[in-house]
C-alpha cells in the first residue's frame, strides 16, 4: 500500500473540509479549483488553470502529466468559451487528456466554472 501524500497552496482559499490535491500510487487526483474573483468565464477558467498548473508543480508535475480533466459549468451555453480557454492552456501538450464538461446546478462561490484534473506522477 503507497501512502497518501496531501498537496496544497500556502494562503489559497478552500471552500470546505478536503485537500486541494492528494497523490497515491502514482496518481495525483486534484480537487475542484475555481476563482470566481477572477471576472468573466474565460478570465475564470484560465485562473483556474493557473491554480492547477501551482499545484501539479506543487505535486511534482505538469500538465503535460494530466491525464483526466473534467470541467462544470454553471451556464452549458460558456461551453465554447471555455473550450477556447482551455484549448490555449493545452497547446503544445502532445496528447491532450480525456475530458468530461457538463452543466452543473450551482457552483461554489458563484463560481462559472470549475476544473478537476486527475495526472500521472512522473
Known sequence: MSKKRGVGLPGAATYGPYTPGVSANGVLWLSGQIAPEAGGVAEQVAASLAKI?????????????????QVLLADIQDFATMNEAYAAWLDGVDVKPARAAFQAAALPAGAAVEIVVQAALP
Not at 498548473?53 to 480533466?69: E, I, R, Y
Open 53 to 69: 498548473d501551482a499545484l501539479l508543480h506543487a505535486a511534482g508535475c505538469s500538465k503535460h502529466d494530466v491525464t483526466f480533466a
